[in-house]
Nanobody, 123 residues
Framework: LMSAAGVWGGLVNPGGSLRLSCTAA????????IGWFRRAPGKEREGVSC?????????FYSNSAKGRFTISRDNSLNTVYLQMNELEVEDTATYFC???????????????WGKGTQVTVSS
């Protein structure tokens, strides 16, 4: 139903940038809060960012994403993006998009999940 992909591939040097795209077939993303999650090898899944489904487009970022990542929507393309700048080796993970909810400062994935896309930050 949902799929995530990295533009220009998923391998980038430290300090570089990458934009992830989340699209969906049969699901209108603008009706849902949509977020990005990641799982690094040997680590638990981590919520990265979430964008609200209402017009104010409120956003949430994890501490590790603040100041470096930007989440946005293009409703005409039924797509949610995650622009990642100043990438670090520690950002290496499989990234997933999903419907999301922020509860008391924590980000949770909800009912719909996309297939993951690998992001590797390495020199």
């Amino acid at each position: 139903l949902m799929s995530a992909a990295g533009v220009w591939g998923g391998l980038v040097n430290p300090g570089g940038s990458l934009r992830l795209s989340c699209t969906a077939a049969g699901l209108t993303l603008e009706e849902y809060p949509i977020g990005w999650f990641r799982r690094a090898p040997g680590k638990e899944r981590e919520g990265v960012s979430c964008i609200a489904n209402n017009k104010d487009g409120r956003t949430f970022y994890s501490n590790s994403a603040k100041g470096r990542f930007t989440i946005s929507r293009d409703n005409s393309l039924n797509t949610v993006y995650l622009q990642m700048n100043e990438l670090e080796v520690e950002d290496t993970a499989t990234y997933f998009c999903a419907t999301c909810q922020v509860v008391m400062g924590s980000l949770f994935g909800m009912d719909y999940w996309g297939k993951g896309t690998q992001v590797t930050v390495s020199s």
